[in-house]
T-cell receptor, first 114, second 112 residues
Framework: EAGVTQFPSHSVIEKGQTVTLRCDPI?????LYWYRRVMGKEIKFLLH????????ESGMPNNRFLAERTGGTYSTLKVQPAELEDSGVYFC????????????FGSGTRLTVV | GNSVTQMEGPVTLSEEAFLTINCTYT??????LFWYVQYPGEGLQLLLK?????DKGSNKGFEATYRKETTSFHLEKGSVQVSDSAVYFC???????????FGSGTKLNVKP
């Protein structure tokens, strides 16, 4: 089966601009997660979708971040306006169920805000 | 709260050397413990896991034992290869919660 696909793989934008990251989960995976790793620190949870519904968005840093999953398929994460501290690697993952270790991660989007 | 602390890198070893990457955790519930690996240009891959105390996870020559008394899950390999060069992340997950708590990652460089 195809893996979790994220694009773009890299994005460089200026402070104040808008960027949209996309994640295509594995087909049939109802659960979709966003994480990010900032400045080589720990990878932190952002939010969790079950189909098109936000199950847990406790990790979203502020209201400049908007995640959507229309139709319960792919998801987008929009940052508007981007700030310097938003630079990092954004990972998406999907799973069929809540079982342990059932996550499949994408290769991430490296976002650089200059 | 829930958190994972792992040794800072980079760790540089010669091929066939012994590897230990330390990982300790704090958890509000009973966690499952994981090691993920990220090879250059790729996504995070599950390396091994353990779901209860004293369990040993193993894969590709790597091992880690769930030590509840010391709240640790150290990663070991007896003889590393150049192909093991990657970033290794320790993580925990509380039963019935869907999110992982990761450490900051340890970059391993193995020289021929």
């Amino acid at each position: 089966e195809a893996g979790v696909t994220q694009f773009p793989s890299h994005s460089v934008i200026e402070k104040g601009q808008t960027v949209t990251l996309r994640c295509d989960p594995i087909s049939g995976h109802d659960n979709l997660y966003w994480y990010r790793r900032v400045m080589g620190k720990e990878i932190k949870f952002l939010l969790h979708f079950v189909k098109e519904s936000k199950q847990d968005e406790s990790g979203m840093p502020n209201n400049r971040f908007l995640a959507e999953r229309t139709g319960g398929t792919y998801s987008t994460l929009k940052v508007q306006p981007a700030e310097l501290e938003d630079s990092g690697v954004y990972f998406c993952a999907s799973s069929r169920t809540r079982e342990d270790g059932g996550y499949t991660f994408g290769s991430g989007t490296r976002l650089t805000v200059v | 709260g829930n958190s994972v602390t792992q040794m800072e890198g980079p760790v540089t070893l010669s091929e066939e050397a012994f590897l230990t990457i330390n990982c300790t955790y704090t958890a509000t519930g009973y966690p499952s413990l994981f090691w993920y690996v990220q090879y250059p240009g790729e996504g995070l891959q599950l390396l091994l896991k353990a779901t209860k105390a004293d369990d040993k996870g193993s894969n590709k020559g790597f091992e880690a034992t769930y030590r509840k008394e010391t709240t640790s899950f150290h990663l070991e390999k007896g003889s590393v290869q150049v192909s093991d060069s990657a970033v290794y992340f320790c993580a925990l997950r509380i039963y019935n919660f869907n999110k992982f708590y990761f450490g900051s990652g340890t970059k391993l460089n193995v020289k021929p």
